[in-house]
């Protein structure tokens, strides 16, 4: 568990977050959301020690990172996993060499020893046999796994991702998400996601932090998004009409008055009769 206990941060004069408190909960998918420029990610690189706060407290599991010394930054730094945007690979590095590159760094393990770990992980992201491979000879979402196997190599306890879905198509997004969301869950691994992706926050927001200008504005649940009548949240999130129509949508879901199994051809042919599960329902509103 990650606590952010009123935390401000500043450049100059301009303060760019402001009285800043959450809890990214270990286990789960904690996702910070907001426009460009709210403090996203001002906020990670505070978390993870690229940033000093200016107030306030960063707490690892009971520990202040805001007090430690130098020594137990690094030891906290071994427990962290990082996805950056771009992946951030090296590309005179093959796909081997990058995975291998944390256990080179901070482990005395044999070459075997390190040559399993590398495997598994390419395994279990599904990049089996890809070791002699280098970056410019993959495609973007294979490079994201590349990047995910990276992060995760060294077993880390917290896990955080830099807009792990910039450019890369709808389809594969969705593959990188439920990896994060399964591997996440797999280790127990605290994880927290900046991202601008609604798909991402819709399908593994397990815990959601809205910054607006630097505060937090929301924070709650994908299912608590879709009740929310937070002006500036929907605004945000439903921005355009298709959105909204799909908010509504899920909500009929969540009420039970609509089957998210349903069959949209038959429901065309019958004039949207098929949508309603319970016609005695129907004028409930409570349910």
Known sequence: MIEIKNVSKGFGEKEILTNVSAVMETGKTNLIIGTSGSGKTVLQKC???????DKGEIIFDGKSLTNMQEEERKELRQQIGMLFQGSALFDSMTVQRNVKFPLDMFTNWSHAKKMERVNDVLDRVNLKDTNNKFPAEISGGMKKRVGIARAIVLKPKYLFCDEPNSGLDPQTSMVIDKLIHEITKENNIT??????????VMEIGENILYLYEGKKEWEG???DIIFSKHEKLNEFI???EFLRDAKDMRMLEAK?????????EQILRDGGASLVVDEGDK???DK
């Not at 994880?191 to 991402?200: L, P, W």
């Not at 039970?256 to 949209?264: H, K, V």
């Open 238 to 240: 439903f921005a355009s």
């Open 47 to 53: 978390m993870v020690g690229l940033f000093e706060v």
């Open 221 to 223: 649940t994908k299912k």
């Open 283 to 285: 004028g409930n509103p």
């Open 191 to 200: 994880t927290v996601i900046n991202t601008h992706d609604m798909n991402s």
């Open 256 to 264: 039970g008055i609509i089957d998210n199994d349903r069959n949209m």
